[in-house]
């Protein structure tokens, strides 16, 4: 079980504006360790989208951004377009467990 | 082209041993960190362990100790993630990772190796 929450799915028509939420705790987001959010297609390896809470890696578009306050982080994708339909995940560090953590995955329906 | 190669696809009985392998190209491979991540069948992403190439040294998932070993050959710039005795619940897809030490994010992946542990 991961301590970083997910919603299990999100949708909206081409053009429109989804955000992902990712809920963690204090000894993770809330002690200020960094989020960081990946697309990952069926049958591929994850992608890096957004590191640091808000940057975005080279050659990832500005529809692209995300945010973070106190124990929860937000990514959000605008002008939503048909090939942004994939899996996303946030990732972050948990000081009590020591270890890296994801949140539980997120698919971005295109209606 | 900067890029992490991973090894083949292998099926596995329970209880055999597998070494599966990471390789980096393009880049200086002993400059960043490699982690290993599972992902079971349709299901999300977990962390196992990373390794500094440098001076091998590792650090693991609390959840994953024991089970799994990794290291590496700075040599031939590969990290290995390693079972002594698989189990069933191992099979998965496992992907290398590497970042920069004092960054905390995975910047470039590899394509992944199914393991299949089937009787």
């Known amino acids: 079980q991961s301590v970083l929450t997910q919603p299990p799915s999100v949708s909206g028509a081409p053009g429109q504006r989804v955000t992902i939420s990712c809920t963690g705790s204090s000894s993770n987001i809330g002690a200020g360790y960094d989020v960081h959010w990946y697309r990952q297609f069926p049958g591929t390896a994850p992608q890096l989208l957004i590191y640091d809470n808000t940057n975005r890696p080279s050659g990832v578009p500005d529809r692209f951004s995300g945010s973070k306050f106190g124990t929860s982080a937000s990514l959000t994708i605008s002008g939503l377009q048909a090939d942004d339909e994939a899996d996303y995940y946030c990732q972050s560090y948990d000081s009590g467990l020591g270890s890296y953590v994801f949140g539980t995955e997120t698919k971005v329906t295109v209606l | 082209e900067v890029q992490l190669v991973q090894s083949g696809a292998e099926v596995k009985k329970p209880g055999e041993s597998l070494r599966i392998s990471c390789r980096g190209s393009?880049?200086?491979?002993?400059?960043?960190?490699i982690s290993w991540v599972r992902q079971m069948p349709g299901k999300g992403l977990e962390w196992l362990g990373r390794?500094?190439?440098?001076?091998?040294?590792?650090n693991y998932n609390p959840s994953f100790r024991g089970h799994v070993t990794v290291s590496t050959d700075k040599s031939i710039s590969t990290a290995y993630l390693q079972w002594s005795s698989l189990k069933a619940s191992d099979t998965a897809t496992y992907y290398c990772?590497?970042?920069?030490?004092?960054?905390?994010?995975?910047?470039?992946w590899g394509r992944g190796t199914l393991v299949t542990v089937s009787s």
């Open positions: 393009g880049y200086s491979f002993t400059t960043y960190w």
């Open positions: 990772a590497r970042y920069f030490p004092g960054t905390w994010h995975f910047d470039l």
């Open positions: 390794i500094d190439p440098s001076d091998s040294y590792t």
